[in-house]
């Protein structure tokens, strides 16, 4: 079947760096996509991993890992703004342009 | 360019009435995707239109539809509401002319049903 799935709240200090983790399992798999959404607003696309490795762009970086099923968000520097929900997807080979969200995990950032 | 529209933004309608929610994607976009996102089950797929055609169908009953136009806005269509229809309705638009493409969202339809 299609799972998955990722920390339901972290928290983290202005300035630091979080990571925030999300693990898939599916039958076909076309990458994986990371959105931030605030509370009350939609989601904004942050990145996109259909190749092993890591894609960097600015304090966002994600890294994705076919053979575990694995990606990680990393965020750098963190802002009082970065405090918001970070949904994970990943798009199925047999289903097109559908992709399949993780709950998201909210990220509270503290001063 | 402008991003992804939706309209309204908010909408108040009792169980068994009938509702429409309208979606106009950025433009050049062709594929129109529709979300329901609610707190206990998250952002779930509904389904996908390109080129004025459903090319994918989510887990949901058949009181759900939608249909896409020749200008690639596209329509949600939700037949006698249920309590547990309130949610947050999202379209999403993509290039997505081989079936794979990064979605930009609009900013969701509010539907409550008293």
């Known amino acids: 079947g299609q799972n998955i799935d990722q920390p339901t709240e972290m928290t983290a200090t202005e300035g630091a760096i979080v990571q925030i983790n999300c693990t898939y399992q599916t039958s076909g798999f076309n990458g994986l996509f990371w959105y931030q959404q605030h509370a009350g607003e939609a989601p904004t696309f942050l990145s996109y991993n259909v190749l092993d490795g890591l894609e960097e762009k600015g304090r966002f970086s994600s890294f994705l890992s076919r053979s575990k099923g694995y990606s990680y968000l990393l965020l750098k520097e963190l802002q009082m703004k970065d405090s918001a929900s970070y949904l994970c997807a990943f798009l199925n080979t047999n289903a097109g342009n559908m992709l399949t969200f993780g709950g998201g995990t909210r990220l509270m950032v503290k001063p | 360019k402008a991003g992804v529209t939706q309209t309204p933004r908010y909408l108040i309608k009792t169980r068994g009435q009938q509702v429409t929610l309208s979606c106009s994607p950025i433009s050049g976009h062709r594929s129109v995707s529709w979300y329901q996102q609610t707190p206990g089950q998250g952002l779930q797929f509904l389904f996908e239109y390109f080129s004025e055609t459903q090319r994918n169908k989510g887990n949901f009953p058949g009181r759900f539809s939608g249909r896409q136009f020749s200008n690639s806005r596209s329509e949600m269509n939700v037949s006698t509401l249920e309590l547990g229809d309130s949610a947050l309705y999202l379209c999403?638009?993509?290039?997505?002319?081989?079936?794979?493409?990064?979605?930009?969202f609009g900013p969701g339809t509010r539907l409550t049903v008293l």
């Open positions: 999403a638009s993509s290039m997505a002319a081989r079936g794979a493409d990064t979605q930009y």
